[in-house]
């Protein structure tokens, strides 16, 4: 554990994702060195997160976009959480998330619940 280090910049942040990202296929047992090693990192990108990205008012379609994006997660994965056509119906703002997506989705992606519950405008409705 040590080379796990500060975030201080955005280089910083990316370096811990990717090493955090490593345990997502197999999250190591607790107390282990790599369970250690997986808390530690965690802790600091969540700090990290809370002091530099507006997450707690933030639209819950874009943190979507970004973990998809910046955390190794997938349009595919979301699907298998809460079905294909859902999946695709919320990134394109059609259909809204509803609270057993927003538990599915936290739970299985570390996403803040309360990050994904806050409201956020969907697409106008073309007749």
């Known amino acids: 554990m040590m080379d796990v280090k500060p975030l201080h910049n955005e280089r910083d942040y990316d370096w811990a994702i990717r090493?955090?990202?490593?345990?997502?296929?197999?999250?190591?047992e607790p107390g282990t060195a790599d369970g250690d090693r997986f808390e530690v990192l965690s802790t600091l990108i969540k700090a990290y997160e809370?002091?530099?990205?507006?997450?707690?008012h933030g639209d819950p379609?874009?943190?979507?976009?970004?973990?998809?994006?910046?955390?190794?997660?997938s349009q595919a994965e979301l699907a298998g959480l809460i079905g294909r056509n859902r999946a695709s119906e919320i990134l394109n703002r059609v259909r809204p998330l509803t609270l057993d997506m927003i538990r599915a989705i936290g739970q299985e992606w570390n996403?803040?619940?309360?990050?994904?519950?806050?409201?956020?405008?969907?697409?106008?409705?073309?007749a």
Do not use: N, Q
């Open 111 to 126: 996403l803040p619940v309360e990050a994904l519950a806050a409201r956020y405008d969907l697409a106008p409705t073309y």
């Open 19 to 28: 090493e955090v990202s490593r345990y997502f296929e197999s999250e190591p």
């Open 50 to 56: 809370d002091k530099h990205f507006a997450t707690k």
């Open 61 to 73: 379609v874009d943190i979507l976009h970004f973990a998809i994006e910046s955390m190794g997660r």
